[in-house]
Nanobody, 111 residues
Framework: QLQASGGGLVQAGGSLTLSCVVS????????MAWFRQAPGKERGFVAS????????VYEDSVKGRFTISRSNALNTVYLQMNSLKPEDTAVYYC??????WGQGTQVTVSS
């Protein structure tokens, strides 16, 4: 089970940190990622992190603004989001390989 939290309403230029706690399995055995889905759009990739945390990949529009990290000791993956833009507004989902999804957390960025 994946439990995402940390979403909310923030002004453009602000920051939020999302958390996703994994229960029922050892997260360090799995690659993890964040996806997002804006209204009327398909769910899309945001960032991923390898099992050890040593490799990260970002979607181009969030590079330099978002940072994905993990604490395997806490079975948690994070998404630090800085310099938020209105186009970042979406429901954010955490994902655990191969096909496990959290319930989503809403991020709304006002202009």
């Amino acid at each position: 089970q994946l439990q995402a939290s940390g979403g909310g309403l923030v002004q453009a230029g602000g920051s939020l940190t999302l958390s996703c706690v994994v229960s029922g399995r050892t997260s360090s055995n799995y690659n993890m990622a964040w996806f997002r889905q804006a209204p009327g759009k398909e769910r899309g990739f945001v960032a991923s992190i390898s099992r050890s945390g040593g490799t990260t990949v970002y979607e181009d529009s969030v590079k330099g603004r978002f940072t994905i990290s993990r604490s395997n000791a806490l079975n948690t993956v994070y998404l630090q989001m800085n310099s938020l833009k209105p186009e970042d507004t979406a429901v954010y989902y955490c994902w655990l390989f191969p096909d496990y999804w959290g319930q989503g957390t809403q991020v709304t960025v006002s202009s």
